[in-house]
């Protein structure tokens, strides 16, 4: 029998639930399931809206053996904020892999999809970053900038953040909030002095010129790039990814028609060889940076198995809770 | 600010609705948006499944200057009824094309999904069947055949109507089920006896075999298919198509990649000189059929503009009514 109503969660509850479980190992798993092979993902939808300027991306897939498949909605509407809107909205849809019948709608506001994208660059920080941060510079100062913070305790012990976005209001307002935080909050006056002082570089904004220069990194510097999703973003100089030593990307097959690292083959500024996929990575370590000198890049796309994982993780400790 | 509570329907609800509002002019509106160019209607997502087989399409668009744009999620899990549920799933969403945010969620379990298939058409028959019908032949026993006739009297006034399936007993409950309605119900012992007793043959299968073959087409006949809608389903020879006077098309585009058009090009069936847009005979029904004699086909392998205007006219429906 079709569920006469799906289990309908809603934000509120959903961030409850984030609070109790466990991301990091579950979000692996979905990538590590993905280089495998064993997840059915296919391209990505992607809607365009002129007016006003939006996106909203369609991304659909299942991991084999697994209860269900998973349809996700998340769109951007830059000037949603203007109007006190959150840019970012969007739902996850969980239904039977065994019948197609619709088992939970979660209705996270795109929630689900900012936490997840920040999970995997917690991931990529486990697996590349130096052993020794001396600092993380986030360039950006958005929700993805917050989040970074939210979970960054989970991957490694630095407390020194530096900070760098155009709007100076928003680098206070970013210092503001987290004064009761763990970290100490220092603001960049230019993009050059944050990547002088950190060895760790997140980019989080939906920049499409680039804004971290090759000359500008560091040896043994890790960077995470989040922000370019579509093919008309870009975060990084090509040459940073001509100059890394290792690159990893969340999905290669995407990386062929969006993200930093298809900038950077359209440039010809990518060695394929220096090229792997995050969950190559996880399964072995030692693929990954394996001095304090290498430089590394990890460009974050968003693949559909991230949205699978944290979704059937939210409706499984729902079903858990409820009986 | 975000709706706390989107919109949610339920199936009995939305067939409430389904009786009053008149869904023929609103979806020709909709194919003639989409002949018109007016229509963002990216390529379908679709998923396969193995074990259990199934498949889930992911259709998703907007007609520009319009509120929504929509999501559709239909799946058909074919061993299903063995289980007492129904092979057909899914439901359908509306998002603001200015905020992104979701507006309603539209539980229908497939069913707008069948209706709009059944109301497309009854719009080619309205464009495209002779004018003295004496027969409907309807292939398949299934849903989209118990469809065609619940909304065939809004196109035409043939009462008489034959049936042929591969399940005797599917087509004698067929009859039966239909023995109160106003139409005359016979089951033909063959295809080919069928089609000698039809000048208007829709066909309602999932076969992936040709079923009906180019000697048993009476001139003068339309042929409405609607089962294939992936690459891998053939109801028609492609020698009808060669032998068609006029092949209409929901979609040029989809044609290249899924239905019968597809299979006839495949194999050099095809005149392109002879193929049209079924939005485009909408505004110039000229442009269709324009004697007794010709032969037409119409392949509909489902638009995501039909899911656009059902699901808006629904919605628009319910927030008339709740004021």
Request: aromatic letters at 6%; a neutral charge.
């Given at each position: 029998?079709?569920?006469?109503?799906?289990?309908?969660?809603?934000?509120?509850?959903?961030?409850?639930?984030?609070?109790?479980?466990?991301?990091?190992?579950?979000?692996?798993?979905?990538?590590?399931?993905?280089?495998?092979?064993?997840?059915?993902?296919?391209?990505?939808?992607?809607?365009?809206?002129?007016?006003?300027?939006?996106?909203?991306?369609?991304?659909?897939?299942?991991?084999?053996?697994?209860?269900?498949?998973?349809?996700?909605?998340a769109s951007g509407f830059y000037d949603?904020?203007?109007?006190?809107?959150?840019?970012?909205?969007?739902?996850?849809?969980?239904?039977?892999?065994?019948?197609?019948?619709?088992?939970?709608?979660?209705?996270?506001?795109?929630?689900?999809?900012?936490?997840?994208?920040?999970?995997?660059?917690?991931?990529?920080?486990?697996?590349?970053?130096?052993?020794?941060?001396?600092?993380?510079?986030?360039?950006?100062?958005?929700?993805?900038?917050?989040?970074?913070?939210?979970?960054?305790?989970?991957?490694?012990?630095?407390?020194?953040?530096?900070?760098?976005?155009?709007?100076?209001?928003?680098?206070?307002?970013?210092?503001?909030?987290?004064?009761?935080?763990?970290?100490?909050?220092?603001?960049?006056?230019?993009?050059?002095?944050?990547?002088?002082?950190?060895?760790?570089?997140?980019?989080?904004?939906?920049?499409?010129?680039?804004?971290?220069?090759?000359?500008?990194?560091?040896?043994?510097?890790?960077?995470?790039?989040?922000?370019?999703?579509?093919?008309?973003?870009?975060?990084?100089?090509?040459?940073?990814?001509?100059?890394?030593?290792?690159?990893?990307?969340?999905?290669?097959?995407?990386?062929?028609?969006?993200?930093?690292?298809?900038?950077?083959?359209?440039?010809?500024?990518?060695?394929?060889?220096?090229?792997?996929?995050?969950?190559?990575?996880?399964?072995?370590?030692?693929?990954?940076?394996?001095?304090?000198?290498?430089?590394?890049?990890?460009?974050?796309?968003?693949?559909?198995?991230?949205?699978?994982?944290?979704?059937?993780?939210?409706?499984?400790?729902?079903?858990?809770?409820?009986?």
């Amino acid at each position: 029998m079709a569920l006469d109503i799906p289990v309908i969660l809603h934000l509120t509850t959903i961030q409850q639930y984030l609070k109790t479980v466990d991301l990091i190992p579950v979000i692996e798993q979905g990538f590590v399931a993905y280089s495998k092979g064993n997840a059915v993902v296919p391209p990505v939808g992607e809607l365009i809206f002129e007016n006003p300027q939006g996106e909203a991306h369609i991304k659909f897939g299942y991991i084999r053996q697994q209860p269900y498949y998973i349809v996700k909605i998340a769109s951007g509407f830059y000037d949603n904020p203007k109007f006190g809107i959150k840019s970012s909205q969007g739902l996850m849809l969980l239904f039977s892999q065994l019948t197609g019948e619709l088992q939970a709608i979660l209705l996270d506001e795109g929630h689900l999809t900012d936490v997840r994208t920040a999970i995997a660059s917690m991931i990529t920080l486990k697996y590349l970053a130096p052993r020794r941060i001396e600092a993380i510079g986030i360039i950006g100062t958005g929700i993805q900038a917050h989040l970074q913070l939210a979970f960054l305790e989970k991957v490694c012990d630095c407390k020194n953040i530096v900070i760098w976005g155009r709007n100076p209001q928003k680098c206070l307002a970013f210092q503001k909030d987290l004064k009761d935080s763990p970290f100490n909050i220092n603001i960049a006056h230019s993009i050059s002095e944050l990547s002088q002082l950190s060895n760790v570089i997140i980019t989080t904004t939906p920049s499409s010129n680039p804004l971290l220069e090759d000359h500008q990194i560091r040896k043994g510097t890790h960077i995470t790039a989040i922000g370019s999703d579509t093919a008309g973003k870009i975060e990084l100089s090509p040459l940073i990814i001509k100059k890394a030593d290792i690159i990893v990307s969340d999905s290669i097959a995407q990386s062929q028609s969006r993200g930093e690292i298809y900038q950077a083959r359209k440039q010809s500024c990518l060695d394929e060889k220096k090229l792997i996929e995050l969950g190559h990575i996880i399964q072995n370590p030692l693929s990954g940076r394996t001095n304090d000198q290498q430089i590394t890049v990890a460009d974050l796309t968003g693949v559909a198995v991230q949205d699978i994982m944290i979704a059937t993780t939210i409706l499984e400790h729902h079903l858990k809770l409820t009986g």
